[in-house]
């Protein structure tokens, strides 16, 4: 599957953005300090985002709910 799959309902940060595709929710990491990006919860999320990327399928889904765990682990979510 291509990066720019979209997730089947978008991946909402702070309650005003979305993150719409694995390409955006890839980028939202990166842009993440270094020292939060090696937190498990978002090493979790990098990892089943390059599965869905690599594979698709159910892992979208999976990528999808690593994303929103993440975020609410960091209290980021929406």
Not at 40 to 55: K, P, V
């Given at each position: 599957m291509p990066w720019s799959t979209a997730f089947d309902d978008p991946v909402r940060v702070d309650g005003k953005r979305k993150l719409l595709t694995l390409q955006q929710a890839a980028d939202y990491i990166m842009r993440l300090p270094a020292d939060a990006q090696h937190?498990?919860?978002?090493?979790?999320?990098?990892?089943?985002?390059?599965?869905?990327?690599?594979?698709g399928g159910g892992w979208i889904m999976f990528a999808r709910i690593a994303m929103l765990r993440a975020l609410h682990a960091d209290g980021r979510g929406g």
């Open positions: 937190e498990a919860h978002w090493q979790t999320a990098i990892e089943t985002l390059i599965n869905a990327a690599e594979t």
